[in-house]
């Protein structure tokens, strides 16, 4: 069964510092997907990056990064020069993958407080 | 574009009621998804379709609990004799047929039960 842990519960961090927001997980299976998503105190989730387990290279959009670790199974994701705007719930996500499967395990999440 | 809208957003039922969700997807779409998220967890999954066929279902998915999605577009969740346990918030999601792995799911605002 797959297992996503997130160990940091809350996080304060100072406006402009880059956050780095711990993911590690567990599957047997070598075909599987790791996604990071937002959820602002309004409640919906807002996909930020995919990482896929063939993928070389570390996945990046704009001011996030996925520090993608295979053989430590971590997917850290990084967060650069931080606004207030990203005080929010982060939660790291695995897709199942074969046999048809397609629900995404979530961890229970990171509450990020940028302070100014 | 539009997005994935879900209603109604709020619903307080009484323990014992019945009660349905409607999740409407992006429009071309053809996979949907349903989760159920609890306060201070991230979410779970409860069942996914691929255009109107129910493909996987969660054990989290009791028999009270109900889903379908009749012409491959909108669905409903419903759930039968409604206990205090069942107050979350139900998430809905969408995507395309992943290709080479990806598979972004794009949320709904959910719907916040409330079983008094």
């Known amino acids: 069964a797959q297992k996503i842990t997130q160990t940091q519960p809350g996080m304060f961090v100072q406006e402009k510092e880059a956050v780095t927001l711990d993911c590690t997980y567990d599957t047997s299976d070598p075909s599987y997907g790791l996604f990071w998503y937002k959820q602002p105190s309004s409640g919906e989730m807002i996909f930020l990056i995919y990482q896929g387990s063939y993928d070389q290279q570390n996945a990046t959009e704009g001011r996030y990064s996925l520090n993608f670790q295979k053989a430590r199974k971590s997917a850290n994701l990084v967060i650069s020069a931080s606004q207030l705007g990203d005080s929010a719930m982060y939660f790291c996500a695995m897709r199942y993958s074969g046999g048809g499967a397609d629900g995404l395990t979530f961890g229970k999440g990171t509450h990020l407080i940028i302070q100014p | 574009d539009t997005g994935v809208s879900q209603d109604p957003r709020h619903k307080i039922t009484k323990r014992g009621q019945n009660v349905t969700f409607r999740c409407d997807p992006i429009s071309e779409h053809n996979r949907l998804y349903w989760y159920r998220q609890t306060l201070g967890q991230g979410p779970e999954f409860l069942t996914y379709?691929?255009?109107?066929?129910?493909?996987?279902k969660s054990r989290l998915l009791s028999d009270r609990f109900s889903a379908e999605r009749p012409k491959g577009s909108f669905s409903t969740l419903e759930i039968q004799r409604t206990e205090q346990g069942d107050s979350a918030m139900y998430l809905c999601?969408?995507?395309?047929?992943?290709?080479?792995?990806?598979?972004?799911?794009?949320f709904g605002p959910g719907t916040r039960l409330t079983v008094t």
């Open positions: 379709f691929q255009n109107e066929a129910q493909l996987e």
């Open positions: 999601a969408s995507s395309r047929q992943p290709l080479a792995g990806l598979n972004e799911q794009y």
